[in-house]
């Protein structure tokens, strides 16, 4: 078994992100397994040296400890490529210009305003006719034609989660797979990235749930293993609201700094 922890360097881990670090941990050395790092920092504008750091220091002082080096993903650019390229070529891309207004204008129905997937709202298909011939555009937004890439998907997870090509297409339709600032984009990046680390189980949030199913079409389409997904509940605060990186109260680096021990911030989250 490996397992994972995939955090992007953008602000402090809290009480959520520990959770669905021990819980991989855990489950890794319980099966004799390995536990494994990843910083997904693809964002370049948000991802910080130092919360790069902070997150090796709170994952150590919680008793984790993985393989190094970590892998970064702002050293894989040449990976995401070449998937890029791959798809590209099997014509389940296209350019995009659309701005996030054109698509709100064009996505609304009249009352009920747009429908939203995954991503935000679902990309009403402006582009879709676009050129795909020719060399892949490396500045443009690239993104997946749904209803081509979906046609023989089916697939039901751990959680017993169905994927079909209707929730496909209709729920969470063309997304972008790769953004003109970045040369890639998380979904593409974080399946490129689970197989070349070999992930046989990933442990995440029920957050990310409604991307799984964009993850496993892209392991269809890219010849890629399907790992388990198990999405654990998420941690959330006395008003039963999410916390969010930027809920700065919750930070391990908080509760560290006012004498919790890490036996402690297990017990706040609920594991032996
Ligand atoms: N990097 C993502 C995040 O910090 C998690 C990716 C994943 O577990 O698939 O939210």
Redesign the pocket.
């Known amino acids: 078994m490996i397992t994972r922890f995939?955090?992007?360097p953008t602000g402090p881990l809290h009480l959520g992100h520990a959770y669905s670090a021990l819980l991989a941990y855990d489950m890794a050395m319980a099966a004799d397994g390995t536990f494994l790092l990843r910083i997904?920092d693809i964002d370049q504008t948000r991802a910080r040296p130092e919360w790069e750091s902070q997150i090796y220091d709170d994952l150590h002082w919680l008793g984790l400890s993985w393989p190094e080096p970590v892998m970064r993903q702002s050293d894989r650019t040449a990976a995401y490529q070449s998937a890029l390229d791959q798809l590209w070529d099997d014509g389940l891309l296209f350019p995009c210009t659309c701005t996030r207004k054109d698509i709100a204008t064009a996505a609304s129905a009249p009352q009920e305003g747009a429908p939203m997937g995954p991503d935000g709202v679902i990309y009403p298909g402006t582009c879709r006719g676009r050129d795909r011939t020719g060399a892949r555009p490396t500045d443009a937004v690239l993104r997946l034609d749904m209803a081509k890439a979906a046609r023989n998907i089916s697939y039901t997870d751990q959680s017993r989660h169905t994927i079909t090509r209707d929730i496909l297409v209709h729920d969470i339709g063309d997304v972008v797979l790769s953004r003109r600032e970045m040369g890639t984009s998380?979904h593409l990046s974080?399946v490129v990235d689970d197989a070349a680390q070999r992930i046989t189980d990933?442990i995440?949030g029920a957050d990310?749930a409604e991307a799984t199913p964009i993850h496993v079409l892209l392991q269809n389409l890219l010849g890629l293993p399907t790992p388990t997904y198990h999405h654990h509940t998420l941690i959330r605060d006395q008003d039963g609201k999410r916390l969010a990186k930027r809920d700065d109260a919750r930070a391990i680096a908080k509760y560290r700094a006012d004498g919790a021990t890490p036996a402690d911030i297990r017990r706040m989250v609920g594991l032996p």
């Open positions: 995939a955090p992007s997904e998380y974080v990933v995440r990310l």
